[in-house]
T-cell receptor
Framework: NAGVTQTPKFRVLKTGQSMTLLCAQD?????MYWYRQDPGMGLRLIHY???????AKGEVPDGYNVSRLKKQNFLLGLESAAPSQTSVYFC???????????FGPGTRLTVL | GENVEQHPSTLSVQEGDSAVIKCTYS??????FPWYKQELGKGPQLIID?????GEKKDQRIAVTLNKTAKHFSLHITETQPEDSAVYFC???????????FGQGTILTVHP
């Protein structure tokens, strides 16, 4: 099992450009999450999904959109990147509310 | 929402010493208390968790203790080893659909 994978690993964007981050999990988990991690801070939840076709806002959703068309995939989109979105992005999945969240290796995004 | 504070922010110990990290939270409804470990360049990984009906849980060199009345829980690592060096996060909760609220993190350094 690959667990949770994320693509790409690194990306540099210019202000105003768009991009999509892909998260895939092979554990048949219902719940999936997108977090961002900034220096010296813990992870903050951007959006999450509790099943195929459903998404919801987390703590810091502004400037991001998500989609979960397939159970195993969770996409995070930036329509018009801003320097404030420079961060490391982590995807996670879990079986349920009181279950372990499994994290991907992260995507380091720089917006110039 | 949940307010989480972790102390200390950095902790330096000699190999073989014990390390203790404390987490305080605000939501009295919280009943799930996990600790995640993040190694450099990787995503967080669950190392131990406890439910509110239990006061203490131990797994080899790692233990978690909970004081629900005072709203704090602590991570204890005994006989520390250099490979314990990492950032540790407490995540009291859970929020709806398993959402985690991360503390600010504690950087643990174990010197050989």
């Amino acid at each position: 099992n690959a667990g949770v994978t994320q693509t790409p690993k690194f990306r540099v964007l210019k202000t105003g450009q768009s991009m999509t981050l892909l998260c895939a999990q092979d554990m048949n988990h219902e719940y999936m999450y997108w977090y961002r991690q900034d220096p010296g801070m813990g992870l903050r939840l951007i959006h999450y999904s509790v099943g195929e076709g459903t998404t919801a806002k987390g703590e810091v959703p502004d400037g991001y959109n998500v989609s979960r068309l397939k159970k195993q995939n969770f996409l995070l989109g930036l329509e018009s990147a801003a320097p404030s979105q420079t961060s490391v992005y982590f995807c996670a999945s879990s079986r349920g509310t009181y279950n372990e969240q499994f994290f991907g290796p992260g995507t380091r995004l720089t917006v110039l | 929402g949940e307010n989480v504070e972790q102390h200390p922010s950095t902790l330096s110990v000699q190999e073989g010493d014990s390390a203790v990290i404390k987490c305080t939270y605000s939501d009295s409804a919280s009943n799930y208390f996990p600790w995640y470990k993040q190694e450099l360049g990787k995503g967080p990984q669950l190392i131990i968790d406890i439910r509110s009906n239990v006061g203490e849980k131990k797994d080899q060199r790692i233990a978690v203790t909970l004081n629900k009345t005072a709203k704090h829980f602590s991570l204890h690592i005994t006989e520390t080893q250099p490979e314990d060096s990492a950032v540790y996060f407490c995540c009291p909760g859970p929020g709806s659909y398993g959402k985690l609220t991360f503390g600010q993190g504690t950087i643990l350094t174990v010197h050989p």
